[in-house]
C-alpha cells in the first residue's frame, strides 16, 4: 500500500496549483499535477543518469582495437582478494 504525503501550498503557489487544477486547467485535481510534476522530475533524473553513463562509455566505444588492454578475469579476481584480505575483511 502507498503511502500518502500531503503537501499544502498557499499565496501565490496555491493559487498557481488552482490555476493548473481548475475547470480548463490541464489536470482534474492537485494530486494529479503533482504526480505528473514528480514523475516528469523522475523521468529527466533517470535521463541524465543515461546522458552520464553514455559520456562515460563514449571513449571506450570510439577506440580503436589497438587501445584495447587485454584483461584476464581470473587475475582480477585474485587481486579483489588480495586487497580484500589487506583490508581485514
Known amino acids: 500500500m502507498a503511502e500518502g504525503i500531503n503537501v499544502r501550498f498557499a499565496g501565490e503557489l496555491q ?6 487544477t481548475a475547470g480548463d486547467g490541464l489536470y482534474a485535481s492537485a ?3 503533482i504526480r505528473d510534476l ?3 522530475d523522475y523521468e529527466r533524473s533517470e535521463e541524465s543518469n543515461w546522458r552520464w553513463l ?3 562509455l ?5 577506440a580503436h582495437e589497438s587501445e584495447f588492454v587485454p584483461l584476464d578475469v581470473s587475475e582480477i579476481l585474485k587481486e ?5 584480505k589487506a583490508r581485514g575483511r
Request: proline content about 0%.
Open 15 to 20: 493559487r498557481f496549483v488552482q490555476s493548473r
Open 31 to 33: 494530486s494529479e499535477y
Open 38 to 40: 514528480v514523475r516528469r
Open 54 to 56: 553514455r559520456e562515460e
Open 58 to 62: 563514449k571513449a571506450g566505444a570510439s
Open 80 to 84: 579483489a582478494k588480495a586487497q580484500r
